[in-house]
């Protein structure tokens, strides 16, 4: 099979097709993590997005399923360097074009992906198209076109179909967490679960009375895709729920109550996607590299005269990594603290601080 890449700009570059043949189109953004494909595969953040690897050999290491985010694989499509069909693997049940193929999900692979990667960091991320099959059926689409045709990544509801559609408990002997699921990645909900909590997962559109009858002691907002201005019942539910009982939040969460309490979020250039983003905390001045997936931010001067503190800059850009309020027990952060794929120094750090909250709001239950 061969693969014809297409982009808003005009670029059009053809490659070599692996996993399913079809037509896709998104946002073409890059992750900087040189292993851990499976879990970027299986992290629903990347929903309606293609997803290019900027380290060039995928695959090595087979697929496993051991270390997926999720059930199912949710960028569009994977864009790479180059893949390996022969994996060597004590763990590996497949192949990564295999997983794909599965998965009913195109990639490509033989492009110069660094070209690729220095256009979007110097243009943008940017709508794609990606056509994927047998030579005479692909070679004369016009992608390009079907790029500019895709419509804006903050126009999409994209959180309905990441989401649990029915609630579920995961029982512990510890404090009660209401969990928006808005996208959720399976190791927080491990982290969680290591520290004894006792979890109710809702779906993403939960209203407040939804949330009541669980009786939560806490509620947090998890990951997720897209424009944070659309998770409209999560941000009704912080602005509900701000002050009666502890909240906290990661990635998309982190902005949903940054929203929620009167500061404004905006699209990053390209976004950061990897596992390699030095993160300052404030009060330490301890720098975290952390893994991240996100393409909106919180704007650091419109938190001024709300009731949050910003407690952690991005070392790169000073873009807002994490937020409190002592007074509301608000905690949040827009990395990745669970880690996986890594690094996973702050783990520690982000759980042990929520426990400590939520011992101290049920009286050390």
């Not at 993403?204 to 897209?226: D, R, Y």
């Not at 409209?232 to 902005?255: D, N, R, S, Y």
């Amino acid at each position: 099979m061969i693969g014809v890449l297409g982009l808003e700009d005009g670029t059009r570059l053809e490659g070599r097709g692996f996993g399913a043949p079809g037509t896709i189109s998104g946002e073409l953004v890059f992750t900087t993590v040189m292993s851990g494909y499976e879990e970027a595969l299986t992290d629903p953040s990347y929903n309606g997005q293609l997803l290019m690897f900027t380290y060039p050999l995928m695959g090595n290491y087979g697929v496993s399923g051991d270390a997926f985010q999720s059930d199912n694989m949710w960028p569009k499509a994977m864009v790479c360097r180059e893949i390996w069909d022969q994996p060597d693997h004590y763990r590996s049940t497949r192949t990564l074009s295999r997983f794909l193929e599965d998965e009913g999900k195109p990639g490509i692979y033989a492009l110069d992906t660094r070209m690729l990667t220095i256009k979007i960091r110097t243009k943008g991320a940017m709508r794609a198209a990606l056509a994927v099959g047998k030579e005479r059926e692909v070679r004369d689409l016009d992608v390009v076109q079907m790029a500019r045709d895709q419509p804006s990544i903050s126009s999409i509801d994209l959180l309905s179909e990441v989401t649990c559609k029915t609630p579920y408990h995961i029982k512990g002997s510890g404090p009660r967490i209401a969990m928006i699921d808005l996208g959720i990645k399976r190791h927080i909900l491990r982290s969680l679960q290591a520290r004894n909590f006792d979890i109710y997962v809702l779906p993403a559109h939960s209203t407040v009375s939804e949330i009541e009858a669980v009786e939560p002691e806490g509620l947090f907002f998890s990951n997720g895709p897209g424009d944070p201005e659309r998770a409209l019942e999560a941000i009704e539910a912080v602005k509900h729920f701000a002050g009666e009982m502890p909240l906290f939040g990661i990635c998309l969460g982190h902005q949903v109550i940054s929203l929620a309490m009167g500061a404004q979020t905006f699209k990053l250039k390209f976004g950061h996607h990897g596992g390699n983003q030095p993160v300052k905390d404030l009060s330490s001045g301890i720098v975290y590299i952390t893994s991240q997936n996100h393409n909106f931010a919180v704007v650091p001067g419109s938190v001024e005269g709300t009731d949050l503190e910003i407690t952690q800059l991005n070392a790169n850009d000073t873009t807002v990594e994490g937020i409190k309020s002592d007074d509301l027990n608000i905690l949040a952060v827009q990395y990745h603290p669970e880690a996986h794929p890594g690094p996973r120094c702050t783990e520690n750090p982000f759980f042990s601080s929520v426990r400590g909250i939520m011992e101290e709001w049920t009286g050390g239950r």
